[in-house]
């Protein structure tokens, strides 16, 4: 089911409350504490994109170890939703999506553990659909509107995202994991290039050219540095782009 609000300070925020199961969406014209990953503000404006938050109750289906693919499924609903509008997107680690080296959705997704298993997982999207204009530290943002030059109804985007992810969900329910993982990571973002990271390290922070190979199960990034295959977790590496 779908729930509507006109202002609210963060769909993440709505859709942890008890209310809404698993498959209900909580949608906002306006967010007026939308929040990003890295305690980052998200900043939309009203009516012109999508923000809202899907609950997933995962139950057994998915072990605590293994929460990764959950993020991993919900990249691919968004890569699969952004080829259905013509835009061929790329998955940067570890669920922004980018078309070339444009930001066109942000994702934060957050579970709630119990007894050792997801009890629930709210999946925050935030998604440019119509904004064309965009606040300048706004780090290089794009919208489906600046790429194919139409306005679009939130209401058919919308849709159509919760149609992929439903089928992602499909496929989560029914163990493909495998299938999830490869195609998550056939789509990285700068996969195979060699590029410039940085690496923060205490006080300071290296900056050093690697080759992004793949994540693992994990969640980490792993890229081959001087030879070497070396793990990152979340905020232990950044793309400079
Ligand atoms: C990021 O790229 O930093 C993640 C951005 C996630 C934004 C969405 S908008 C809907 C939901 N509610 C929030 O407060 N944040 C997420």
């Given at each position: 089911?779908?729930?509507?609000?006109?202002?609210?300070?963060?769909?993440?925020?709505?859709?942890?409350?008890?209310?809404?199961?698993?498959?209900?969406?909580?949608?906002?014209?306006?967010?007026?504490?939308?929040?990003g990953q890295r305690g980052?503000?998200?900043?939309?404006?009203?009516?012109?994109?999508?923000?809202?938050?899907?609950?997933?109750?995962?139950?057994?289906?998915?072990?605590?170890?293994?929460?990764?693919?959950?993020?991993?499924?919900?990249?691919?609903?968004?890569?699969?939703?952004?080829?259905?509008?013509?835009?061929?997107?790329?998955?940067?680690w570890t669920n922004d999506?980018?078309?070339?080296?444009?930001?066109?959705?942000?994702?934060?997704?957050?579970?709630?553990?119990?007894?050792?298993?997801?009890?629930?997982?709210?999946?925050?999207?935030?998604?440019?659909?119509?904004?064309?204009?965009?606040?300048?530290?706004?780090?290089?943002?794009?919208s489906m509107s600046l790429?194919?030059?139409?306005?679009?109804?939130?209401?058919?985007?919308?849709?159509?995202?919760?149609?992929?992810?439903?089928?992602?969900?499909?496929?989560?329910?029914?163990?493909?994991?495998?299938?999830?993982?490869?195609?998550?990571?056939?789509?990285?973002?700068?996969?195979?290039?060699?590029?410039?990271?940085?690496?923060?390290?205490?006080?300071?922070?290296?900056?050093?050219?690697?080759?992004?190979?793949?994540?693992?199960?994990?969640?980490?990034?792993?890229?081959?540095?001087?030879?070497?295959?070396?793990?990152?977790?979340?905020?232990?590496?950044?793309?400079?782009?």
């Open positions: 089911m779908i729930y509507r609000k006109d202002t609210t300070l963060s769909t993440n925020i709505d859709a942890r409350e008890a209310q809404y199961r698993h498959g209900d969406v909580v949608v906002a014209a306006l967010q007026t504490a939308g929040r980052h503000k998200w900043c939309s404006r009203k009516g012109e994109n999508l923000t809202f938050s899907l609950v997933w109750e995962p139950k057994g289906a998915v072990a605590v170890a293994e929460q990764f693919i959950l993020s991993e499924a919900v990249a691919l609903a968004l890569h699969a939703t952004l080829s259905r509008f013509s835009i061929d997107s790329r998955i940067k999506i980018y078309v070339g080296d444009l930001k066109i959705c942000g994702v934060l997704i957050e579970h709630i553990l119990t007894g050792g298993s997801i009890e629930r997982t709210i999946v925050g999207i935030g998604l440019n659909v119509n904004q064309k204009e965009f606040d300048s530290w706004v780090p290089n943002p794009t790429l194919n030059g139409v306005d679009y109804r939130l209401d058919d985007v919308l849709g159509v995202v919760c149609e992929e992810i439903e089928s992602q969900y499909r496929l989560i329910e029914s163990g493909r994991f495998e299938s999830i993982r490869s195609s998550y990571n056939q789509l990285l973002y700068r996969r195979n290039e060699r590029c410039q990271y940085l690496i923060p390290d205490g006080q300071s922070v290296e900056r050093v050219e690697g080759i992004v190979r793949s994540v693992a199960e994990s969640g980490a990034l792993c890229v081959e540095i001087d030879g070497r295959l070396r793990e990152f977790l979340f905020k232990e590496i950044e793309f400079v782009i």
